[in-house]
Each structure stands twice: as structure tokens, then as C-alpha cells.
């Protein structure tokens, strides 16, 4: 089994609690597999001050010949005085060392996955609005082109755009966005379940604007569709986002 690479976040949240209760809950097999991007001492006072008790260790890579079932970091440097109010800029610093490290780990042959504790956006540079968009750059992955896909074997679902106000939405969205983020989805389950998988667009107004000239259903999406059919995808739409089918 490959292990799993989790990084802690936002030193200044809620995560090292949420860390300590989701690791009581899972099975020791599981543990062992678990490495931790984080700063030890961090953790260390944030558990004392939470009064949680539990065996954290610091390890250099994921190459330990020793299976572990405490908490493993490999640490990443954070100035600090008090551990859930540290400096601005030195969250900001932490974050941004913290994910490039998880992304380098990431990509052994030993590692099945990254997770990413919540943060706050505002420590990414401006020009990332978000997680997401701040590991496709480090994976080199066309601007626009990044997906936040919530997978599931019987349905998964992808928001076109992410982490921006609702009113800059019909702004952000275009046809070359729509036809990027579905290539890639498609690319995606063709190379890793070596099947085409069978997508649903969503329009974007309340019963798709009535398909009237001037709506983003008209302009936009289904224009998208027409050429992503024409590139053998199987996809269909605009389906209406506010209808409810009872049977």
C-alpha cells in the first residue's frame, strides 16, 4: 500500500484539532502510512494548548525503513511565538514552503495522494485564488485547464470556476474555459480508468435563460458542447441547475 502525504495548512485554524480527533478515529494500518507536512513544534504546542495528547515525531523523507504508528512530520521552518496567532507573513511563507514540499513528496512512486488542510486564501499570492490553482502551476498544468474534480465512483462533480464571488461568475466564465476543463476531465478518466466518461454541463441561469440570444446558455455553453462533441466527448446540455424531477 502507498502512503499519503497530508498538509497541515493554516497554522492559525482549527486544523491541528481536526487532525488530532480524524486520527483517533482511523486504524493503525492506516497510520503508518500517514506522513505529515507540518512544523513539529507547531503541532507540539498546539496540542499541549489544546490539552490533547498525543506522539509526534519528525522525520527526514518518506523512506523510513521503520513502520511508525505515531504522528510522522517532515518538518517545514515557522517563526512563532504563540501557535495559533503567528505573523501574518510568516503564515504566508509556511503555507506557500509547505505545499511546494507536499508536491514534491507527492510525486514518489510511494505516495498515493496529497490532502491539504484548510487555509486561508488570502496567504497564497495574489495570483492564485486558491489551492487548486497554486498546485496545477507547481504541476505545470495549463492556465484554465486546472480542475477541482469532487470524484466519486457513481458521480463526481467539477465546479467550472473556483473561489471567487458569485457576481464575478458570468465574467470568468468562456467557451475555450468550458472546453479546457472538460478535455482535461475526459483525459483524465480515459487515462486512468481507460474509459470515456459520460458528462452532464449544467446551464448557469434559472431554466437556462429560456435559451434567449443574449444568455450565457446560448453564447457560451452550448456552443462549447457543439465542439467538444465534434472532439468525441460524450456530453450533454445545457441541463437545467434548478429543476427537481420527482418519480
Not at 523512506?63 to 501574518?88: G, M, R, T
Request: net charge positive.
Amino acid at each position: 500500500m502507498k502512503n499519503i502525504v497530508i498538509v497541515t495548512g493554516d497554522p492559525n485554524s482549527i486544523n491541528s484539532e481536526v487532525i488530532f480527533k480524524s486520527w483517533k478515529r482511523i486504524s493503525k494500518k492506516l497510520r503508518k502510512r500517514i506522513f505529515f507536512v507540518s512544523n513539529i513544534n507547531l503541532l507540539k504546542k498546539q496540542f499541549k494548548k489544546l490539552n490533547l495528547k498525543l506522539k509526534i515525531v519528525e522525520v527526514k523523507n518518506t523512506q523510513v525503513k521503520k513502520e511508525i504508528k505515531d504522528i510522522k512530520v517532515i518538518n517545514v521552518d515557522l517563526k512563532f511565538k504563540d501557535p495559533f496567532k503567528v505573523n501574518h507573513k510568516e503564515v504566508s511563507k509556511f503555507i506557500q514552503q509547505s505545499f511546494k514540499l507536499g508536491h514534491k513528496i507527492g510525486l514518489e512512486r510511494n505516495i498515493s495522494g496529497l490532502i491539504n488542510c484548510a487555509i486561508d486564501k488570502r496567504f497564497l499570492a495574489k495570483k492564485y485564488s486558491g489551492a487548486t490553482e497554486f498546485f496545477a502551476k507547481l504541476c505545470k498544468v495549463k492556465k484554465d485547464s486546472e480542475v477541482m474534480l469532487l470524484y466519486n465512483k457513481k458521480l463526481s462533480v467539477c465546479p467550472l470556476t473556483t473561489h471567487i464571488n458569485v457576481n464575478q461568475i458570468s465574467r470568468k466564465i468562456n467557451k475555450n474555459l468550458i472546453i479546457n476543463k472538460i478535455l482535461t476531465i475526459n483525459n483524465w478518466y480515459k487515462n486512468r480508468f481507460k474509459n470515456k466518461p459520460k458528462i452532464g454541463i449544467l446551464g448557469l441561469n434559472p431554466h437556462n435563460a429560456e435559451l434567449r440570444k443574449s444568455s450565457e446558455e446560448i453564447k457560451l455553453i452550448i456552443p462549447a458542447i457543439k465542439f467538444l462533441k465534434k472532439k468525441n466527448v460524450k456530453i450533454t446540455g445545457p441541463l437545467v441547475p434548478d429543476t427537481v424531477f420527482i418519480n
